[in-house]
């Protein structure tokens, strides 16, 4: 089993940016694919980003190159760099993982870290 506990987020100003971390106990995290979700208040959870098992990297339309995911094996971490951030970024961030390389429903996941964007 994994736990997952996402750290990172806060209040910023539009353009800024942020760095959310995902820390993985419990296994070792480089044999999962992992994926970002978000969900803003009044909306569905929505795909963020995903960092496969394999290394491959896939974004939402959305992020146009503004959000990077990545991995660091040796802290068992995967991040979540975003930058030039938009008030439309606002939401609650999560991280999931699963064994499977695409996962069509994640197993674990974290409890998920508020990021809010100021105008």
């Known amino acids: 089993q994994v736990q997952l506990v996402e750290s990172g987020g806060g209040l910023v100003q539009a353009g800024s940016s942020l760095r959310l971390s995902c820390v993985a106990s419990?296994?070792?995290?480089?044999?999962?694919?992992v994926g970002w979700f978000r969900q803003a208040p009044g909306k569905e959870r929505e795909f963020v980003a995903q960092?496969?098992?394999?290394?491959?990297?896939y974004y939402a339309h959305f992020v146009k190159g503004r959000f990077t995911v990545s991995r660091d094996n040796s802290k068992n971490t995967v991040d979540l760099q975003m930058n030039s951030l938009l008030p439309e970024d606002t939401a609650t961030y999560y991280c999931?993982?699963?064994?499977?390389?695409?996962?069509?429903?994640?197993?674990?996941w974290g409890q998920g870290t508020q990021v809010t964007i100021s105008s």
């Open positions: 999931a993982a699963d064994r499977a390389l695409s996962p069509y429903k994640y197993e674990y």
């Open positions: 419990g296994d070792t995290f480089r044999q999962y694919t």
């Open positions: 960092l496969r098992y394999t290394n491959e990297r």
